[in-house]
């Protein structure tokens, strides 16, 4: 197998510091032949659905994408912005706030890049784009709070697998997770108390995350623990009491048991004992997308209304908010220490351009091919 080299190289090229930001992914299109290919790709991840692949190629080709990229297609339509999906657009946003404030202190000589774990900009396109500007120490950020080997750890996957396929690697760092992160709590508690004081705060406050099947807890993976110590922090920091929160899961799939309680469920017999009126974050998704606005925001806001209640309240993902933004530098930079910034002095670079010249012509005179 060819390995991938750096196209035009030269020694007189400005090395730079790279920050890679994840997100898990969108489809192309709100279109049902959009949604086959990209569930094709998430759903076929064994980090994702840990079946046996024989039994699970047949369910997943015979059944799955013969009915469920329809299905999501309509849904993803209802979410749809005119620059596309929401996820995209806010992890680019977000992106960008971490580029303008990361060059704002230390220049160009840190590039800052998004790509998504499945679906485009993808991992390997973004990384060539990054080698190709010269990064040779690489921080990769997925934006998943809490750590699950379905997530955190099937992007290291796919850095992984695309690392095999090249000659040339970068230093090379991973945040796993931040869960407990202070900026990370203190930039959600600020955004929930400046909700609350433009609309009201209701009687109790549902964090929400995404589910994982039970099994995954029961194998060790530590996503269930992480997402109850940030409820519990966050709680903390916003002075609730125990009764004044909850913590659920949501946007469970097939027939198996997940972690629980599960939110649909829960909204739908909050009423039945006394709580009226909630609001709803999602502490794990760092930005609005299909699952927070359509599952969240109009499906159990309508279980809860349909059951009883009669206030709710869906309290937006960070998203690309300066609290939000100001947490993911502090992250990044946390992260970075021990590693200097580049210089890229012009003159060093020169300099260093004329020494591998003058070492090649006495290593190896008259070749013009290395």
């Not at 202070?182 to 930039?187: M, N, Q, R, S």
């Amino acid at each position: 197998m060819p390995y991938k080299g750096t196209e035009n190289f030269s020694h007189n090229q400005a090395e730079r510091l790279g920050i890679l930001i994840t997100n898990l992914g969108t489809p192309d299109a709100p279109t049902t032949s959009a949604l086959r290919k990209y569930l094709a790709e998430f759903l076929w991840d064994p980090r994702v659905v840990e079946v046996p692949r024989p039994i699970w190629w047949l369910i997943l080709h015979g059944i799955i994408l013969r009915i469920r990229p329809s299905r999501s297609a309509k849904a993803y339509a209802s979410v749809w912005e005119s620059e596309g999906s929401p996820l995209l657009i806010h992890t680019a946003k977000q992106a960008e706030g971490v580029r303008e404030a990361l060059q704002a202190r230390y220049g160009n000589n840190v590039v800052v890049g998004f790509a998504m774990r499945y679906g485009n900009p993808s991992i390997p396109r973004v990384l060539d784009e990054m080698q190709q500007q010269g990064v040779q120490k690489l921080l990769v950020l997925p934006l998943y709070p809490q750590y699950s080997a379905s997530t955190s750890a099937s992007t290291f996957d796919a850095i992984a697998h695309d690392f095999t396929r090249r000659r040339w690697l970068p230093d090379f760092r991973f945040i796993s997770h931040y869960h407990d992160f202070p900026a990370y709590i203190e930039a959600m508690a600020q955004h929930i108390e400046a909700w609350w004081a433009e609309h009201g705060r209701k009687e109790k406050l549902i964090l929400s995350y995404h589910g994982v099947p039970l099994k995954y807890l029961q194998k060790g993976d530590p996503y269930h623990c992480e997402c109850h110590k940030t409820s519990r922090l966050l709680a903390e920091r916003l002075g609730l009491g125990k009764d004044d929160y909850m913590t659920t899961f949501q946007s469970r799939f097939g027939r198996e048991e997940w972690l629980q309680p599960y939110t649909d469920e829960t909204l739908k017999s909050l009423p039945g004992v006394g709580v009226k009126s909630i609001d709803v974050f999602c502490p794990g998704f760092s930005s609005d997308c299909l699952e927070t606005i359509e599952e969240i925001n109009e499906e159990n806001r309508e279980y809860f209304l349909e059951s009883g209640g009669e206030g709710f309240g869906y309290i937006p993902c960070l998203n690309a908010t300066p609290g939000h933004i100001n947490a993911l530098v502090e992250l990044v930079e946390e992260n970075l220490k021990g590693w200097t910034i580049p210089v890229n002095d012009a003159g060093q670079l020169e300099a260093r351009a004329r020494e591998a010249e003058a070492r090649k012509q006495a290593t190896f005179p008259g070749r013009n091919d290395i």
